[in-house]
Every structure is written in C-alpha cells, then in structure tokens.
C-alpha cells in the first residue's frame, strides 16, 4: 500500500490520507520505534548519536504521523476516522507510556548525563537530558515492577477517557438543531447570521432558518436576539451539552468522575500529595499555594470593578431593556446594549469592516514590521476546501516556516481556536528542518458571494493563535525535544500568543486591516475611539469569569477528594467565593470544559492569566519606546520566541525585559 501517513519526504498528503491508511501506518511506526529503544537502551558505549539521535528519528516519525491522524480526527470528525483513530490511540498510547518508564533508556540517558563533560555535550544537548531524566521520574521509570505497570495503564485509561469526553462535547454539540419558521422569531440576528441559517436549513431540505450551537450562530443569538425565550432555549441547550440531561451515551459526568479518580492515582504513585503538584512539576509556578494566591490576589483587585460592572449592566436592563430580573441569557444582549449606549459602539457594525482579506494582510503586515519576514500564499494538499497554505520567509526570501490555516466552523470540526505543530524544527543530516504548524478557527464564512467578516474579538483570537504559530515557526534551536514550544513551561505557553493581541488595539494597524464590505472604506478614527473607549467594558466582570475557571481547575486537582465531595458543589463554592455574574445551578459547565478534561490544561487554565502579566508586560516594552518598534521587536524574537525551550522562561523575559515580570501592566491594560 502506497500509504501517505508513511510519506515523510515533503508536505502530509491531506487530500490522500483514508481512515483505512492509519492502524497499518501506525503499527508500523510504532513497531520500528520499539525497536529502536530496544537498541538505545543497548548502546554501548553510549553517546548522543547512539542513544538520543536514533530514537529521536522514529518516535518523530511516529509523532508526525499520529499528529495528522489527530488532526483529521478534529477537523473533519467522520465515524470512519473516528473509529480508526480510536483504533489506533491505545497502540501509541501504550508505546510512549513504555518509552517513559523504559528502565533501560532511563540508565543511558543518566550516562550520558554523568558524562556530559567528557562527551563534550553543549548546553543544549545538557538541557535536553536534564528535561528527560525529569519526564523519566514523571512517566513512573523509578517506580518498583508492579507500580510502573499500573501507571502505564492510568495513562492509556486517560488518553482514551479524554478522548472520549471531547467526542461527547462534539457530537452533543453537533446533535442539536432548532428550525425556525417564522422571521419575527429572529428578530435582531445580524443579516449574516440569518442568512448562514437560512442556508443551513436549505442544505437539510428545511425552509425557514436552522439555529445551531456551532459559535457563528449561538454567540449572535445571544448577543442579538431580540426574542428572550429564543435566547434561553439555546442557553439551556448549550449549558446542557454532554450532561445526564441529553444522551446517556453523551453525558460527560462519568467521565469527569473516572479522569479525576485516574489522576489522583497517578499523582500519588509519584510521590505527590495531588495532581496539581504532578501538573506544576514542569511549569514556572512552584506550588498549588503559589497560584491559588496569585488567582485570589487577583480576584480581590478585579471584584469591585466586577461588581459596579454588574451593577450598572442590572441598572440599565431595569431601566432600558425592562428586564426587571436579569437572567443568564440576558448577560450578553444586555451587555451589547449597554455599550451601545454607552459608546455608541455597535461590535456588528465593526464587524463589517473587518474583512477576511484586510484582516489577514493586516496580520501578516504585523509579522513582517516586528520580525522582518513575508506572509506568502503557497501550495498544499489540504483536508477541507477551507483550509489553506502559506510560507513565512526572511528578507533574503529564504524559507523560515510553514503554516496551514483553517478559519471557520462546519460540522464535524471540534469548536474552538488553536494552534498545533505539525513538523518541527530540526538538524538533519539533509539539513535543518523547517517548522510546520495548523492555524485553526470556528468563524463564520461569507454568504452570498460576499467575504467574511469578524468581529473584533474574531480578528483578536486570530491574532492570538497567530502568536502561538510563530512561536514555534521562529524558533532558531534545532535540537528537537527543546525546539519551538516543546520543552517551554506551559504557563508560559500563552505569552507569545496574548502578546500579538494587541496590535489589534493599535490604530493604524486597525486602520489598514479594515475595508467595509461594502464600501470598502477604512474603519473610521472615530468609531475606532469608541472601541478603544469601550476596549475595557466590564473588564472586571470578564477577569472574575477567568478566575472563576482558573479557581474551580486548581481547587479541584489540590482539594478535590474523589467520592467525598461533588464536582458541582466545588463550582458552587467557587462561585461563591469569586463570581458576580452567577451561572445557573443546572448549567453543566464541567460537561464541557475540555481545557482541562481533554487538552491539556489540567490544573493549568490558571496560565492564562498567569502568562497575561508577562504579555502585557512584554508588550509594554513596545509601548515605551515606539520609535524602535523593529529592534524592539528583534530583541522580543531573539530572547523570547527563537529560544524554545532552551532557557527556563522566566530567563528569556528577563533577557527581554531586563528584570522580573511587574502586574502593572495588565491592570493598567485592564482598567484596573
């Protein structure tokens, strides 16, 4: 079989690639990287080409190929690669759980590392087996016989529960239509909105317009409707996705039940008093205590201005709007209605000027003024007609990277917005090998032969996965375990992407990604001083909600007992304590929160705010000397974004910055 998942001369044969290609790819990859640790753990005497290099060439084949089977799986979900993904999880499971325990590699990586001096190993080759020797003692290779094989088997049980808690948030998602007959209903939803419905219930063979949980469509009915009832049947809707209210099949609250049990036991088979402290074993912050305070100390400078904002948002509802009580689904319309009021700033009529074209030449503009490089289009096979292909180039038009790019929602495709590598940068014996990485979005595409548009907070999301993609397309190491984001503490993962956030805030940069749908004029300086005007709007409000995320995720990997107490009634006490906008007791947001039950965020959504301050800090360093916006910028790659994980991070900000991080800047960006 001429398989493409085999094919690692050039680009991944998207438009090749079957669900029949992925268990004989598979098997074999995972078959030609057993023996390959089988030798490593054998080499004798060891050396960096006898032990790391080898098997570093096939687990990054097997790598590369699974990336591609787990991309498909999210962008274009059928039940045939579905299943066949499924199929082959406990396969590549079951080999890098093995990998990290192998006593044998385990001894030679701790040769080598006891003689690194006599070797004559860089710095970099030390950090690489630094970094192993610790993920050796977190993958269970110090544990006795019987321990290690219970470990490997939690965390096959954990690959496939996660797994399966995404697939239920998808297909709940995708399971839910409302057909609406009668206009008046609609009253309200944007001209584009209406007629993306109107497409999609033609697409069923339906008249009228089809309503969806898919963003493009709940978010403006929430935000627009004028039909409270309308607004409070897709709320519930999408509060009880994946919960005990729809399928049994579906219901996510078993799972969340056994992730939590499977954690807990293996956090404690290392020695850990919690999953939390397991999770913060690689990242800047030292302990559960250090962020639980960080998060509170924060919470407690946000909530007075959480509360006048709540209070000014029930005012007006009251007042304006005649909504004497103000439910949840009334948060987001309300909301609207009140900037409007009070800025008279409406985010539709800005989303006519953020066209697809502008927004993206706007973006690759910011790329090249900061880092010198061009955006190019390029050639690819691709996975949907969406999706498409681009080359980031030096001045000297030499390749740098490689990036896909998927903008908008359809069915089958898992919600969301994200960045994730495909190929990395490397040293070969052929040369160095150029990154690659998918771009991903859920936004609505254009109707009627029209563009795109996006709402400001589209284009800010698609200038934040932007900062994640040249994170690891900039990268200048080439040792591999240590190269673009591999190896970089996870609460630093979101500074390069919060930093591109605001040049979305800059007014000439807003200026020259802006074109008018229909007029194709600039968005004009006063309209854009409203925004500016309205940019921290219930700031705290939307600081107490992240919070409230961050609070609930920690609490419940360093505080949660299993069996004792309730994963909603932890919520409920989260909320207690921080939120001001308060979520129904019925809402099944843990059904939900895939960050931490399928993505990796486990006690770790706290990152966010966490790697705010250094964002907003590092962007401050633009703003204090705006004349040197392209040494400024030079110096922000060279320190922070080619570095990979070659330096602890905390190291590259200060390089960057030339002392620690300071919060002043995110409260000052935050109005607060």
Same mark, same amino acid.
């Given at each position: ?115 690194a001096d006599a070797l004559g190993l860089d710095a970099l080759q030390r ?14 290779? $110090?544990?006795?016989? +019987?321990?290690?094989?219970? &470990?490997?088997?939690?965390?096959? *049980?954990? !690959? @496939?529960?996660? %797994? /399966? ?119 800047? $912050?030292?302990?559960? +205590?250090?962020?639980?305070? &960080?998060?509170?100390?924060?919470? *407690?400078? !946000? @909530?007075?201005? %959480? /509360? ?45 000027y953020f066209t697809e074209d502008r927004v993206l030449a706007g973006l ?309």
């Open positions: 079989m001429d398989n493409p998942l085999l094919d690692f001369s050039g680009l991944p044969r998207f438009d090749e690639i079957e669900p029949a290609h992925v268990q004989p790819a598979i098997d074999a990859l995972v078959t030609e990287a057993e023996a390959a640790l089988a030798l490593a753990g054998r080499a004798q005497p060891v050396g960096w080409d006898s032990v790391v290099v080898p098997l570093e060439d096939a687990t990054e084949r097997l790598g590369r190929a699974w990336n591609q089977v787990g991309h498909l799986n999210a962008v274009v979900n059928t039940p045939a690669m579905r299943e066949a993904y499924n199929a082959a999880l406990p396969k590549v499971t079951k080999f890098f759980s093995a990998l990290g325990q192998d006593q044998a590699l385990f001894a030679s990586y701790q040769a080598l590392s006891d003689q950090r690489v087996l630094a970094h192993a020797l610790r993920d050796f003692r977190l993958g269970g290779a $110090a544990l006795d016989d +019987d321990d290690r094989a219970r &470990f490997a088997q939690i965390q096959q *049980a954990l !690959a @496939r529960t996660s %797994a /399966e808690f995404s697939e239920h948030v998808l297909d709940a998602t995708d399971a839910f239509a409302l057909y609406v007959e009668n206009a008046d209903e609609l009253d309200g939803l944007p001209d584009d909105t209406l007629a993306a419905a109107r497409a999609a219930a033609e697409r069923d063979g339906r008249s009228g317009w089809k309503l969806t949980l898919q963003m493009p469509c709940y978010l403006p009915v929430q935000t627009y409707a004028t039909n409270r009832d309308l607004r409070e049947r897709l709320y519930r809707a999408y509060g009880l996705r994946a919960s005990e209210s729809g399928p049994e099949a579906l219901d996510n609250g078993p799972l969340i039940a056994r992730i939590l049990e499977l954690r807990q036991e293996q956090a404690a088979l290392l020695g850990h008093a919690n999953y939390a402290e397991l999770s913060l074993a690689t990242k800047m $912050a030292t302990a559960p +205590d250090a962020v639980l305070s &960080f998060l509170r100390d924060l919470a *407690a400078r !946000a @909530r007075p201005h %959480a /509360e006048e904002d709540r209070e000014a948002l029930a005012d007006f509802a009251r007042e304006q709007l005649g909504l004497d009580t103000l439910e949840p689904w009334d948060i987001a319309f309300a909301s609207d209605r009140l900037r409007q009021a009070r800025y008279d700033y409406s985010a539709q009529t800005v989303k006519r690759f503009d910011v790329i090249g003024s900061l880092y010198g490089l061009r955006v190019e289009r390029d050639d690819a096979p691709v996975w949907h007609e969406d999706a498409r292909f681009y080359r980031l180039v030096d001045a000297d038009g030499a390749l740098v990277g490689q990036f896909y790019l998927d903008l908008y929602a359809r069915e089958g495709k898992r919600g969301g917005a994200w960045m994730d590598d495909c190929r990395n940068r490397r040293a070969t014996a052929d040369g160095v090998q150029t990154p690659l990485v998918y771009l991903v979005c859920n936004f609505g595409r254009g109707t009627g032969g029209r563009p795109a548009t996006f709402t400001h907070g589209e284009v800010t999301t698609l200038f934040h996965e932007m900062g994640h993609g040249l994170h690891q397309l900039l990268t200048r190491v080439d040792t591999l375990p240590i190269a673009g984001i591999n190896g970089v503490e996870w609460d630093a993962v979101e500074l390069p992407s919060q930093f591109m956030e605001n040049f979305c805030w800059e007014w000439d940069r807003v200026q020259e990604m802006t074109a008018h749908v229909e007029t194709g004029e600039p968005l004009p300086r006063d309209l854009f001083d409203r925004m500016l005007a309205a940019r921290n709007f219930q700031s705290g409000l939307q600081t107490l909600r992240q919070i409230e995320f961050a609070l609930f995720d920690m609490l419940l990997h360093s505080e949660f007992k299993t069996g004792r107490d309730d994963v909603l009634a932890l919520l409920e006490r989260v909320r207690d304590e921080v939120a001001v906008n308060r979520t129904p007791a019925w809402h099944r947001f843990p059904n939900q929160f895939s960050h931490i039950f399928a993505g990796g965020y486990a006690a770790g959504y706290y990152s966010y705010k966490w790697a705010e301050v250094l964002s907003a800090d590092a962007y401050a360093a633009f703003e204090e000397d705006p004349a040197r916006l392209a040494d400024t910028g030079a110096r922000f790659r060279t320190e922070v974004l080619s570095r990979g994980g070659s330096r602890d991070a905390i190291e590259n900000f200060r390089a960057f910055r030339g002392r620690d991080p300071d919060i002043a800047a995110l409260l000052r960006h935050s109005g607060m």
